[in-house]
């Protein structure tokens, strides 16, 4: 998304806060941040940080979710977690295959 005149000096901070792919989604700023091992999309970014964000394993799965995500509910693709304030959510997705995966591993 191009910014519009009022907007660009908040684009150009994220910018240099290593945010990627901004856009607006339910009326808030979204965007992309590499981290060490997951690649986040955050929601509700400013320029102090942002309210929540889902961990993708995958910089590809995060861009497409962002890209697919209408900025309700969670977005899709195989986000691991969501972490922000007073949130910690592992994917109900992912809960459930680690569980069946761990059932499997203790039947051994």
């Not at 992309?32 to 799965?61: M, S």
Request: net charge positive.
């Amino acid at each position: 998304m191009t910014p519009e005149a009022p907007d660009a000096r908040l684009w150009s901070a994220l910018h240099a806060l290593r945010y990627t792919d901004l856009v607006l989604k339910a009326g808030v700023v979204c965007a992309l941040q590499p981290f060490a091992f997951t690649t986040a999309l955050a929601v509700a970014v400013n320029k102090n940080g942002y309210q929540r964000r889902y961990c993708y394993e995958h910089e590809h799965d995060a861009r497409a979710a962002l890209a697919a995500w209408d900025g309700t509910g969670h977005p899709g693709g195989p986000w691991i977690k969501c972490k922000g304030v007073g949130v910690d959510l592992l994917n109900p997705a992912w809960s459930t295959s680690a569980t069946r995966v761990s059932t499997a591993l203790r039947r051994r």
